[in-house]
């Protein structure tokens, strides 16, 4: 049975939550507890996208060849524009976080010489 | 539109990156970061009250002219209502928060300039940035840019405990930057399965959906955004189970920064628990989580704070647990019970910041934290000892202090709402929160000067001591006449309900 473009992208965003919580909550490895956290942005960032996604739909930009099928055809066929423009500042959001928790790993580790979150959060 | 509701956002964050780029200047830096201070509390009084739409996008209901020419789809619709661009909301409540925000973060950065030997760009960019951010979140209609702040202000109270130098301060800004990156997806998860019933983020407008029937309030979906929103909620305002990280980085935070962290947190927490009350407040659960969880943060905060050797930590779990006091303000739904947390929102942010700066000066002094091996600083500085006791008396709600009539209101709240037992809880709390402060002020001013303990610094910056006359001036003028913020704060309250 083939899914449903949008429902296997929704169970795909839930898989990556999951898995991020996994690994953020059970990973020993600072790195890795990064990668999961990672994850979690990625699976909601996957949600918005999907909350957009219109099966069939057209790209939501006007462009002047669209002029003659009209305004109508337009509104009627494009995907919803807003969750993609959302997603856009989330990433750049979950990017500088991931900078900011990196740079503090590397500090840490050359304090510490190790990443193991058992070890350097429990001192 | 009035410019001014965007200027309260964009002048901090110009500032802060012009900071950011003249770090090392020092002189310049003193003086770009007081006269961009001093704007602070005085752009939101100068500001006429109304709504900002970002590039002029008003709703179409206001813009006829855009309207012209459009499908009838679209102007018979809703759709003709909902705001298209970003909203920014400015009104007597956000005034009075605005102001209080600008004042603690004025005379924090005032009192960061003048305590430490070479101002730090940096530092102050953080201040300045996190302010802004706080603004946005306070001004913000629209649930998505109230994210984006959300995350900027959790990012540069990261970077303030990271500047501060303070010994396994890297450490507690991982764990506070690993719990965040849990909370802050939830918290944008709930937003976007929001988006997804109401296709909006426009708070006004998805109240209006949820009102007026076009999705089902009952929805599991809706239920589902609510809890999601609630937890972003605990972890911004660092109520159970984030109170001990939360504490934990104030006390990795230098005296000053303290003060304005403490500020972001009281009002990131009543501007997001004023959302959550105006989306959610139709659900039987939502007010009763909200007082649990306040009801939690209180006993947790205040009973913690009992048991800590570390005046940093003490102040902490104090304002954690002086943050329950705002929630079962809120929780109670009533127009008073609103408007009595506001107004304890708007207290604790100023005492709680002077208890920090009060306390911080025994820092400054000694550098030391630990009240075992403190002693004796009532004899060095008598002055600065009675200002910190007046602190602690309003925030353990003594009159003539603003807390008194917070706190009083939030009884009478409770009473008439038929809750009379959280008035029991809050008084009795209060008495603990008391005892704490009475315990710590012994073993800093009152106990006997260890012999070992050296000063390290002998005289307190006169910045230091103005800006806590200037927190006991605030704190003296609020209790006396109440009604310059509840009257305020009322108009808010009232439409909520």
């Given at each position: 049975?083939?899914?449903?473009?949008?429902?296997?992208?929704?169970?795909?965003?839930?898989?990556?939550?999951?898995?991020?919580?996994?690994?953020?909550?059970?990973?020993d490895?600072?790195i890795?507890?990064?990668?999961?956290?990672?994850?979690?942005?990625?699976?909601v960032?996957?949600?918005?996208?999907t909350?957009?996604?219109?099966?069939?739909?057209?790209?939501?930009?006007?462009?002047?060849?669209?002029?003659?099928?009209?305004?109508?055809?337009?509104?009627?066929?494009?995907?919803?524009?807003?969750?993609f423009?959302?997603?856009l500042?989330?990433?750049?959001?979950?990017?500088?976080?991931?900078?900011?928790?990196?740079?503090i790993?590397?500090?840490?580790?050359?304090?510490?010489?190790?990443?193991?979150?058992?070890k350097?959060?429990?001192? | 539109?009035?410019?001014l509701?965007?200027?309260?956002?964009?002048l901090?964050?110009?500032?802060?990156?012009l900071?950011?780029?003249?770090?090392?200047?020092d002189k310049?830096?003193?003086?770009?970061?007081?006269?961009?201070?001093?704007?602070?509390?005085?752009?939101?009084?100068?500001?006429?009250y109304?709504?900002?739409?970002?590039?002029?996008?008003?709703?179409?209901?206001?813009?006829?002219?855009?309207?012209?020419?459009?499908p009838?789809t679209?102007?018979?619709?809703?759709?003709y209502?909902?705001?298209?661009?970003?909203?920014?909301?400015?009104?007597?409540?956000?005034?009075?928060?605005?102001?209080?925000?600008?004042?603690?973060?004025?005379l924090?950065?005032?009192?960061?300039?003048?305590?430490?030997?070479r101002a730090?760009?940096?530092?102050t960019?953080?201040?300045?940035?996190?302010?802004?951010?706080?603004?946005?979140?306070?001004?913000?209609?629209?649930?998505?840019?109230?994210?984006?702040?959300?995350?900027?202000?959790?990012?540069t109270?990261?970077?303030?405990?990271?500047?501060?130098?303070?010994?396994n301060?890297?450490?507690?800004?991982?764990?506070?930057?690993?719990?965040?990156?849990?909370?802050a997806?939830?918290l944008?998860?709930?937003i976007?399965?929001?988006?997804?019933?109401?296709?909006n983020?426009?708070?006004?407008?998805i109240?209006?959906?949820?009102?007026?029937?076009m999705?089902d309030?009952?929805?599991?979906?809706?239920?589902?955004?609510?809890g999601?929103?609630?937890f972003?909620?605990?972890?911004g305002?660092?109520?159970?189970?984030?109170?001990?990280?939360?504490?934990?980085?104030?006390?990795?935070?230098l005296?000053?920064?303290?003060?304005?962290?403490?500020a972001?947190?009281?009002?990131?927490?009543?501007?997001?628990?004023?959302?959550i009350?105006?989306?959610?407040?139709?659900?039987?659960?939502?007010?009763?989580?909200?007082?649990?969880?306040?009801?939690?943060?209180?006993i947790?905060?205040?009973?913690?704070?009992?048991?800590?050797?570390?005046?940093?930590?003490?102040?902490?779990?104090?304002?954690?647990?002086?943050?329950?006091?705002?929630?079962?303000?809120?929780?109670?739904?009533t127009?008073?019970?609103?408007?009595?947390?506001?107004?304890q929102?708007?207290?604790?942010?100023?005492?709680?910041a002077?208890?920090?700066?009060?306390?911080?000066?025994?820092?400054?002094?000694?550098?030391?934290?630990?009240?075992?091996?403190?002693?004796?600083?009532?004899?060095?500085?008598?002055?600065v000892a009675i200002l910190?006791?007046?602190?602690?008396?309003?925030?353990?709600g003594v009159?003539?202090?603003?807390?008194?009539?917070?706190?009083?209101?939030?009884?009478?709240?409770?009473?008439?709402?038929?809750?009379?037992?959280?008035?029991?809880?809050?008084?009795?709390?209060?008495?603990?929160?008391?005892?704490?402060?009475?315990?710590?002020?012994?073993t800093?001013?009152?106990?006997?000067?260890?012999?070992?303990?050296?000063?390290i610094n002998e005289?307190?910056?006169?910045?230091?001591?103005?800006?806590?006359?200037?927190?006991l001036?605030?704190?003296?003028?609020?209790?006396?006449?109440?009604?310059?913020a509840?009257?305020s704060l009322?108009?808010?309250?009232?439409?909520?309900v």
């Amino acid at each position: 049975m083939i899914i449903d473009t949008q429902l296997a992208s929704f169970f795909t965003a839930a898989a990556l939550i999951v898995l991020g919580i996994y690994g953020a909550v059970f990973m020993d490895n600072l790195i890795k507890k990064v990668i999961g956290l990672a994850f979690i942005g990625d699976g909601v960032n996957l949600f918005i996208i999907t909350l957009g996604y219109k099966p069939g739909g057209i790209v939501y930009i006007y462009l002047p060849e669209l002029a003659e099928m009209g305004k109508a055809f337009f509104t009627q066929n494009a995907a919803y524009p807003l969750p993609f423009a959302l997603v856009l500042t989330s990433i750049v959001i979950g990017a500088s976080t991931m900078a900011v928790m990196l740079g503090i790993i590397i500090v840490l580790y050359k304090k510490h010489g190790t990443i193991s979150a058992a070890k350097v959060l429990d001192e | 539109m009035n410019p001014l509701i965007p200027i309260m956002v964009i002048l901090p964050i110009t500032c802060a990156l012009l900071l950011n780029l003249l770090h090392n200047k020092d002189k310049t830096v003193k003086i770009l970061a007081l006269i961009a201070g001093v704007a602070l509390p005085l752009i939101p009084l100068l500001a006429n009250y109304g709504m900002h739409y970002f590039g002029g996008y008003a709703p179409l209901i206001d813009n006829p002219t855009l309207a012209q020419g459009l499908p009838s789809t679209i102007t018979n619709s809703s759709l003709y209502l909902f705001h298209p661009a970003i909203t920014y909301s400015f009104a007597s409540a956000q005034q009075l928060f605005i102001f209080v925000l600008g004042m603690v973060a004025f005379l924090a950065i005032f009192t960061s300039l003048n305590e430490t030997k070479r101002a730090s760009g940096v530092y102050t960019f953080l201040m300045f940035m996190g302010t802004a951010a706080v603004t946005a979140i306070v001004l913000a209609d629209d649930i998505f840019n109230l994210y984006v702040f959300f995350e900027i202000a959790a990012l540069t109270q990261v970077g303030i405990i990271i500047c501060s130098k303070v010994e396994n301060n890297y450490e507690t800004a991982l764990k506070y930057m690993i719990l965040g990156s849990i909370a802050a997806p939830m918290l944008l998860l709930g937003i976007a399965l929001l988006l997804g019933v109401t296709g909006n983020v426009n708070i006004t407008d998805i109240i209006f959906a949820i009102n007026h029937g076009m999705v089902d309030p009952q929805s599991p979906v809706l239920l589902l955004a609510c809890g999601l929103i609630l937890f972003g909620w605990l972890y911004g305002s660092g109520l159970p189970p984030f109170h001990t990280i939360k504490s934990a980085v104030y006390s990795k935070a230098l005296p000053h920064g303290a003060a304005l962290l403490q500020a972001f947190s009281v009002f990131t927490f009543a501007a997001l628990g004023v959302i959550i009350i105006r989306i959610f407040a139709y659900l039987p659960f939502t007010e009763t989580v909200v007082i649990f969880f306040s009801l939690a943060a209180m006993i947790l905060g205040i009973t913690m704070a009992l048991m800590q050797t570390d005046f940093k930590r003490i102040i902490g779990f104090l304002a954690v647990g002086e943050l329950g006091y705002i929630g079962l303000g809120l929780g109670m739904g009533t127009a008073l019970g609103i408007t009595a947390g506001l107004f304890q929102a708007v207290n604790e942010a100023i005492i709680t910041a002077f208890l920090f700066i009060g306390f911080g000066t025994v820092l400054y002094k000694t550098g030391i934290s630990d009240t075992n091996k403190l002693g004796g600083m009532l004899v060095e500085n008598p002055k600065v000892a009675i200002l910190v006791l007046l602190a602690g008396l309003a925030m353990a709600g003594v009159p003539p202090f603003n807390a008194f009539q917070s706190k009083l209101q939030l009884i009478q709240a409770s009473i008439n709402a038929g809750l009379p037992e959280l008035g029991i809880i809050m008084v009795l709390l209060s008495i603990v929160t008391f005892l704490t402060f009475v315990k710590a002020y012994y073993t800093i001013y009152l106990k006997p000067k260890p012999q070992d303990l050296q000063i390290i610094n002998e005289k307190i910056p006169r910045a230091t001591i103005i800006t806590m006359m200037v927190f006991l001036v605030i704190c003296l003028v609020l209790g006396l006449f109440p009604q310059l913020a509840t009257d305020s704060l009322q108009q808010l309250a009232v439409g909520l309900v």
